[in-house]
């Protein structure tokens, strides 16, 4: 008992530190590029990465959620369609990056990054199966060497050659050896249960809700990185990617607190025990939303006065904007939250519309507001989009949650006749 405790507290410290450098590094490349390339190739760069992002959720096809709760599934299913689904998702890489090109530096910068982040897909898989093996410990550790190196080899690379692009393929080089150390870490330590077609067909069928609400989460995240990328000066990206930077903040303290306990919400659910569920749900609520209270605070007294320090350019203008991004970000983190109860509850099919609906809201506003100014019209869509997103799914996870509790005492009440 003793023992599973210390792994678990392990595997907690060990996600800490994997997931702040794995998501922290963005801001570190565009710091780096921003310094030794310039605004303008930091603005390529931005938008590739976002490009990047989005078919990411492609390559996973399913997340760590719904490979944890969904034992059932066989180890090597889940191996076969993401690998199948990561080559898909570098081709289609390489369509839109042709489309999206005017140079050779930016079709080389876009599929780069895709591929770099194609293989971090891979790689996740078998961090997955670890995780449902008690290993997040390792999970953790894959992700905080892959992202140290990552930074330090980017950094040496773009600036010993001055090329980007260069230092963007020596990133997608180290994933690839990282998948193999993954790929053989699982194999060498865990026993994985034969799959089947059967297996395949059911992660098709019972994924492809999660896809499509992921990739749509996805686009509402970097609709605006992507309007600007496509129809203003590169210049825009980077001041808009500096001002939005933030919002990763909030993003990794709900990957943080989620984590560690999917698990736990499984087993409580798969027990029937669904007060011990709400309550888990409701006190990372409340975690959250003072964790956000406390990084506004902290963005006001000394966060803006320090990003104006690593990225080298006055932000005063964009104060409130600042703010007004992490405000909005915390709403995003109740999502996160919001969304994985939902999806190990099984409630993955209403997700989709709750993200069209956010999407096509902020969509239609950002355009509208961009007309007058890009940055700033760009953030209150951006702003707006989170809160509708929000408060839609709060509304639907407390429908569920009543739902059954219904179910619950229907069933006491039959027992009791």
Known sequence: ?????????????????GLTFN?????????????????????????????????????????????????????????FSRLVFCGLSFVLSCFVALFSSQTLFKFLTIVGLCLFRNLEAASDVFQGIAHKNNRLDYAGKSLFVKSFLGLVIFWLVDYLTKRAELAVCALATLNFFGLIFDWLYVKTHFVLNQGSKKDIALILKSATPILIFSAL????????????????????????????MPATIMSLCSQYLINPFMNIMAKALNECNHRAFFKIVMNLSIALILIGLFVCFAAKIFGIRLMEIVYDMSLVGYAYLILLVIFSS??????????????????NFMQPFLYAVSAVAGGALSVL???????????????????????????????????IQGEKSEIKTFHNL
């Open 1 to 17: 008992m003793k023992k599973n405790e210390e792994r678990i507290a392990n595997g907690f410290v060990w996600n800490i530190l």
């Open 23 to 79: 998501n922290f590094n963005s801001l570190f490349f565009l710091v780096i590029v921003k310094r030794i390339n310039g605004i303008e190739v930091a603005g390529v760069f931005a938008y590739g990465y976002a490009v990047a992002c989005f078919l990411y959720v492609f390559s996973l096809f399913y997340n760590r959620a719904f490979q944890i709760s969904n034992e059932h599934i066989s180890d090597k299913a889940y191996v």
């Open 217 to 244: 989460g996805m686009l509402l995240l970097n609709m605006q990185k992507y309007l600007i990328g496509l129809f203003h000066e590169d210049s825009f990206g980077t001041i808009f990617n500096i001002l939005v």
């Open 330 to 347: 915390s709403f995003y983190a109740l999502v996160q939250l919001f969304s994985s109860a939902l999806t190990v509850m099984g409630k």
């Open 369 to 403: 507001f961009m007309k007058r100014d890009v940055v700033a019209g760009a953030l209150y869509g951006y702003a707006i989009s989170m809160l509708v997103l929000f408060v839609l799914y709060m509304f639907v996870f407390f429908v569920q949650v009543r739902r």
